[in-house]
T-cell receptor, first 115, second 111 residues
Framework: DTGVSQDPRHKITKRGQNVTFRCDPISEHNRLYWYRQTLGQGPEFLTYFQNEAQLEKSRLLSDRFSAERPKGSFSTLEIQRTEQGDSAMYLC?????????????FGQGTRLTVV | TQLLEQSPQFLSIQEGENLTVYCNSSSVFSSLQWYRQEPGEGPVLLVTVVTGGEVKKLKRLTFQFGDARKDSSLHITAAQPGDTGLYLCAGDRYNFNKFYFGSGTKLNVKP
């Protein structure tokens, strides 16, 4: 296992189309996070899973966004009816909840461009 | 309003110079992470600090966590062009189970 893997790395889509991104976390990690990053800004929290349960969603996550982690392993983030404002880097991270210090490890991200 | 404020936003220096980047908040964090991010890539974890007053060294990089666990600094000695990138601090607050990021410091080290 070499780390968090995201697919695709880049996605260009027309406004109004649906897109889906995949994240494969580090295998033993039980927590998975989705973040969004726009140019010149730090990552903004979108949502996180503990195993298969989605425990928190940011207000940034509109009804057009949905995330799943069906078997507590990989996760998908779907954006429906994309808008130009959705253009950003979508980052996935995973961590192991040991009850002690939590360290999040990020994937390489999916760069979304909505035209 | 961001929970973590980083300064400076941009820093352009010559190879061999020293620099310090700051990460400040009015909130207490249970731990704080520093990441480096290159264009088009995800953030790469450099270090995690946990104890107030803690100092950690990673080769030419020195990280310090404030006594009150509200702020942190990253000092780079004799910067090299390979240090170029976006430096992000991220805090983990008790029972919040997510990481709050600063907006980053973009460092450019010129040869």
């Amino acid at each position: 296992d070499t780390g968090v893997s995201q697919d695709p790395r880049h996605k260009i889509t027309k406004r109004g189309q649906n897109v889906t991104f995949r994240c494969d976390p580090i295998s033993e990690h039980n927590r998975l996070y989705w973040y969004r990053q726009t140019l010149g800004q730090g990552p903004e929290f979108l949502t996180y899973f503990q195993n298969e349960a989605q425990l928190e969603k940011s207000r940034l996550l509109s009804d057009r966004f949905s995330a799943e982690r069906p078997k507590g392993s990989f996760s998908t983030l779907e954006i429906q009816r994309t808008e130009q404002g959705d253009s950003a880097m979508y980052l996935c991270a995973s961590s192991l909840d040991t009850g002690d210090v939590t360290e999040a490890f990020f994937g390489q991200g999916t760069r979304l461009t909505v035209v | 309003t961001q929970l973590l404020e980083q300064s400076p936003q941009f820093l352009s220096i010559q190879e061999g110079e020293n620099l310090t980047v700051y990460c400040n908040s009015s909130s207490v964090f249970s731990s704080l992470q520093w990441y480096r991010q290159e264009p088009g890539e995800g953030p790469v974890l450099l270090v995690t600090v946990v104890t107030g007053g803690e100092v950690k060294k990673l080769k030419r990089l020195t990280f310090q966590f404030g006594d009150a666990r509200k702020d942190s600094s990253l000092h780079i000695t004799a910067a090299q062009p390979g240090d170029t990138g976006l430096y992000l601090c991220a805090g983990d607050r008790y029972n919040f189970n997510k990481f709050y990021f600063g907006s980053g410091t973009k460092l450019n080290v010129k040869p």
